[in-house]
């Protein structure tokens, strides 16, 4: 064999294992029958994988997606971000509308018990729940470049995950399209779909079949949403009426950016925290719980990810939180889903 044949065989090789390179990381799936935790095979479709979506592949996107009980050739697809930002995908799927749940019980070392949602919305829908953005759940990114992340990069990128997936993925483009989400995702989801309507109106392929998108409890952005806060809470019962109508009066209405020089207003908003301070703001009949891991001012970030969680009363809504670190962090369980080591 001559120089220059041995030479274009070297070539040709390089080529060959780049795109091998390339492919492996644009999007990878594996179907998912068993799971630790839940007795028996999964009587629904599981299907997790990770799909690229950046330039040079390192930003890794992990998602689970469920078929449709009903009819999945028919039935919407529903890509669903939950809040946080940094909420795992893991909190739909086990806590809110997907077809499993934790089995509630006293935490002993051994792995948490999962059971059959009967109220799944995948009884009706196609649903791809997504760990976004970057740094969520099991998505990663393998340069320092990537980790970083704003709200508009997230959503461009979690545009690309669903163009990536449904390219991969074509028995489900005709299927009505939906983005759903719940609290930060209020942020994020509008841009989604706008990307989507502006991708559908110039003809980018695949074209996708947009119908909406649905948000649950949003965050909005802005002051009026923070403002609203004041009010709502005294119809809720949480703030006397004397108290209540002297911060409407001395705060003219307005408890955001106060000027510290208004002195009453100030006193007004002190005590209004004082009497909020111990109510689960999110479900006021129940305790107010300790976090299952704190808040990232309170604690370096590191650690929030390589210390175990705080241990919640067993009363308390959070405890299946707990239950859920043990189990996504048990070897078994990730070697299942085809988590990946990096």
Request: proline content about 7%; glycine content about 8%.
């Given at each position: 064999m001559t120089?220059?044949?041995q030479l274009y065989?070297?070539s040709?090789?390089f080529y060959l294992?780049?795109?091998?390179?390339?492919?492996?990381?644009?999007?990878?799936?594996?179907?998912?029958q068993?799971?630790p935790?839940f007795?028996?095979?999964l009587p629904?479709?599981?299907?997790t994988g990770?799909?690229s979506?950046?330039e040079?592949?390192?930003?890794q996107?992990f998602y689970?997606?469920?078929?449709s009980?009903?009819?999945?050739?028919k039935?919407p697809?529903?890509?669903w971000l939950s809040?946080g930002?940094g909420?795992?995908?893991?909190t739909?799927?086990?806590f809110?509308?997907?077809p499993l749940h934790?089995?509630?019980?006293?935490?002993?070392?051994?792995?948490p018990t999962l059971?059959l949602?009967?109220?799944?919305?995948?009884?009706?829908?196609n649903?791809?729940f997504l760990?976004?953005?970057?740094g969520t759940g099991?998505s990663y990114?393998?340069?320092?470049q990537?980790s970083?992340t704003?709200?508009?990069?997230s959503?461009?990128?979690s545009?690309s995950?669903i163009?990536?997936w449904l390219?991969?993925?074509?028995?489900?483009?005709?299927n009505?399209?939906?983005?759903?989400?719940?609290?930060?995702?209020g942020?994020?989801?509008?841009?989604i779909?706008?990307?989507?309507?502006d991708?559908?109106?110039?003809?980018?392929?695949?074209?996708?079949?947009?119908?909406?998108y649905l948000?649950g409890?949003?965050?909005?952005?802005?002051?009026?949403e923070?403002?609203?806060k004041?009010?709502?809470?005294y119809?809720m019962?949480?703030?006397?009426?004397?108290l209540?109508?002297?911060?409407?009066k001395?705060?003219?209405?307005?408890?955001v950016?106060v000027?510290?020089?208004?002195v009453?207003c100030?006193?007004?908003?002190q005590a209004i925290s004082?009497?909020?301070?111990?109510?689960?703001s999110?479900h006021?009949l129940?305790?107010s719980?300790?976090?299952?891991?704190p808040?990232?001012?309170?604690?370096n970030s590191?650690r929030?990810i390589h210390?175990?969680p705080?241990t919640?009363?067993?009363?308390c809504?959070?405890y299946?939180y707990?239950l859920s670190?043990?189990w996504?962090n048990?070897?078994?369980?990730?070697?299942?889903l085809?988590v990946?080591?990096?």
């Amino acid at each position: 064999m001559t120089g220059l044949s041995q030479l274009y065989l070297i070539s040709l090789c390089f080529y060959l294992l780049h795109l091998l390179d390339f492919s492996e990381f644009v999007v990878s799936q594996s179907i998912v029958q068993y799971l630790p935790g839940f007795n028996g095979p999964l009587p629904f479709y599981l299907e997790t994988g990770y799909v690229s979506v950046s330039e040079f592949n390192d930003v890794q996107l992990f998602y689970y997606f469920v078929k449709s009980e009903s009819n999945p050739t028919k039935d919407p697809l529903i890509l669903w971000l939950s809040g946080g930002p940094g909420c795992s995908a893991l909190t739909a799927l086990a806590f809110e509308f997907g077809p499993l749940h934790f089995k509630i019980a006293e935490y002993n070392g051994s792995l948490p018990t999962l059971e059959l949602n009967p109220n799944s919305w995948t009884r009706v829908a196609n649903i791809l729940f997504l760990d976004s953005p970057v740094g969520t759940g099991f998505s990663y990114s393998r340069s320092f470049q990537g980790s970083y992340t704003t709200d508009t990069k997230s959503a461009q990128q979690s545009y690309s995950f669903i163009r990536k997936w449904l390219t991969d993925h074509p028995e489900f483009l005709s299927n009505p399209l939906y983005i759903g989400g719940v609290s930060y995702s209020g942020v994020i989801i509008p841009v989604i779909a706008q990307h989507i309507s502006d991708g559908v109106e110039v003809g980018n392929k695949p074209l996708l079949n947009l119908k909406g998108y649905l948000l649950g409890n949003p965050v909005t952005g802005g002051e009026l949403e923070t403002n609203s806060k004041v009010p709502f809470a005294y119809r809720m019962g949480l703030l006397s009426d004397e108290l209540f109508e002297s911060a409407k009066k001395n705060c003219g209405g307005n408890y955001v950016n106060v000027n510290p020089s208004n002195v009453q207003c100030t006193k007004d908003l002190q005590a209004i925290s004082e009497c909020t301070s111990r109510i689960n703001s999110p479900h006021i009949l129940e305790p107010s719980c300790i976090l299952v891991t704190p808040k990232p001012k309170e604690i370096n970030s590191s650690r929030i990810i390589h210390s175990p969680p705080h241990t919640p009363g067993f009363e308390c809504r959070s405890y299946g939180y707990m239950l859920s670190y043990y189990w996504a962090n048990d070897k078994r369980v990730r070697m299942a889903l085809n988590v990946r080591k990096r």
